[in-house]
């Protein structure tokens, strides 16, 4: 891990300086109580309580609360990945969820795909080109049950390299 992402994994493990970071970023994600329990190099881990602001009128957690914390748990890492080394723009370009239990209490989801963004960003510096990666976020309730899997499709694409300019 570069110096760069080492500083900004343990910027965002402050739990009040990603609080400041998502009221100003992603004032929804704050406002539903998303939390960052783990960053590495390979993984990452948020958290997404059932209460008022993430229940849906079947008493469990709205889906796109649990779509947050899925996204957030990927999009983390590639954060993470793109400290360093130049500009690379990232976006999320496509999401499949599938739910297997009530999600109540509260739900973690776990992203292990770290390497293979890294390998993509680094890919992407490297060519000029773009490139994607589906990053599979698991949410498990306290039990240990799956709740949901959600497949994010990022894409990635390095700024200001020579033959990353669009025709």
Not at 70 to 95: C, D, K, R, Y
Request: charged share 15%; glycine share 8%; with cysteine.
């Amino acid at each position: 891990m570069t110096p760069s992402a080492e500083a900004f994994r343990q910027q965002v493990l402050s739990p009040a300086k990603l609080r400041l970071f998502m009221l100003r970023k992603l004032p929804m994600a704050w406002l539903a109580g998303l939390r960052l329990t783990q960053l590495s190099a390979s993984s990452a881990t948020v958290t997404v309580p059932f209460k008022y602001l993430t229940q849906n009128p079947f008493r469990s957690i709205y889906f796109a609360c649990l779509a947050m914390a899925a996204e957030l748990a990927s999009g983390i890492q590639a954060m993470l990945h793109t400290q360093g080394g130049g500009p690379v723009s990232m976006l999320v370009v496509g999401l499949e969820a599938e739910f297997s239990k009530k999600a109540v209490g509260l739900i973690s989801f776990v992203c292990e795909d770290g390497a293979t963004i890294a390998q993509a960003v680094a890919e992407s510096r490297a060519t000029g080109e773009g490139r994607t990666v589906v990053a599979i976020s698991t949410g498990t309730d306290a039990a240990g049950d799956v709740v949901a899997v959600f497949r994010v499709r990022w894409s990635f694409r390095a700024k200001g390299v020579a033959g990353s300019a669009k025709p």
